[in-house]
């Protein structure tokens, strides 16, 4: 398994300085976060989903993405994938998120999925979601770049299970998951080796990061207690990585695992170090 980084959790970092502090930590290969930074946000302080600098804007230009290709290429590193906040149905904007990915080498996009906020039935969901990923196959066969959707909550893709149900009977050389335990504390969680088994051919990335639930209301009185899941380390929540690894090993997982820490108890740099070392660390036990 070889180690990658996506740059939503790196916004402080310009594409030259992450490439270089990627190959600082060890890591092979980058996933570049694929959005626009809004007007109000231009000046503001380097934030996850704000004033995000490492990120490829969507109305790019072939200029501005030689500078990604160029920042990971003059530091060994490989530009994996180009990860958007696409829509389900949105083909335009996946064929030029396709286009991107083609002109920098990416090897996966990511697709987009239909959140979950019970205003539609999940069939009607459902339907919609498998005949946009039929059409995505078509595209990503065309481009020679694989897409993926992510088990993330607050979607209709939550769980590995349901992420299956969205993509079965697609082709899996161009259509697969990418498998996030760490979205799954929120929402989605299954017995991972148990998913990864059911995943089968479609387990294409898996993304690291932890959370942990923190109650959020006492429950005073007749009152609910209530909890929200907040970000912590890598080694300090719910998933244990331990496992995680463990479970990817014995399914025979060969891919990559990206770093998306959005904790902040770390420097990006020393972050990257360290989700290096940790699971280096993992990956070399017997």
């Not at 790196?10 to 594409?15: I, L, M, N, S």
């Not at 639930?213 to 912590?232: H, I, L, N, Q, Y």
């Not at 990817?248 to 998306?260: D, H, P």
Request: glycine share 10%; proline share 4%; aromatic share 10%.
């Amino acid at each position: 398994m070889r180690l990658s980084v996506f740059t939503v959790a790196t916004p402080d970092f310009t594409p030259q300085q992450l490439a270089a502090a990627a190959k600082d930590a060890g890591l092979h290969g980058i996933e570049w976060r694929y959005q626009d930074v809004p007007a109000d946000q231009v000046n503001a302080a380097p934030s996850f989903w704000g004033n995000n600098r490492c990120s490829i804007p969507t109305r790019w230009d072939d200029t501005q993405l030689q500078t990604f290709r160029d920042a990971a290429e003059s530091n060994g590193m490989s530009s994996l994938a180009v990860v958007p906040y696409l829509n389900c149905g949105d083909l335009a904007g996946t064929e030029r998120v396709l286009q991107a990915a083609a002109k920098l080498g990416a090897s996966f996009i990511r697709l987009g999925v239909h959140r979950y906020d019970r205003t539609r039935p999940y069939p009607d969901l459902l339907q919609e979601q498998r005949a946009y990923l039929k059409q995505a196959e078509a595209l990503c066969r065309e481009y020679g770049v694989k897409g993926l959707i992510e088990t993330h909550h607050v979607t209709i893709t939550a769980s590995a299970s349901a992420a299956y149900r969205a993509i079965e009977g697609t082709d899996p050389e161009w259509i697969g998951v990418l498998y996030d335990p760490g979205n799954m504390v929120h929402e989605g969680f299954e017995n991972y080796r148990m998913g990864m088994e059911l995943l089968g051919p479609y387990l294409a990335h898996v993304h690291a990061k932890n959370g942990v639930w923190t109650k959020t209301e006492d429950g005073a009185g007749d009152g609910p207690v209530r909890w929200s899941v907040r970000w912590t380390g890598l080694h300090k929540g719910i998933v244990d990585w331990a496992q995680v690894i463990a479970d990817l090993k014995a399914v025979g997982y060969s891919g990559s695992i990206g770093i998306e820490d959005f904790s902040e108890e770390l420097g990006t740099a020393d972050m990257l170090r360290y989700f290096a070392d940790s699971l280096n660390h993992l990956l070399n036990r017997n």
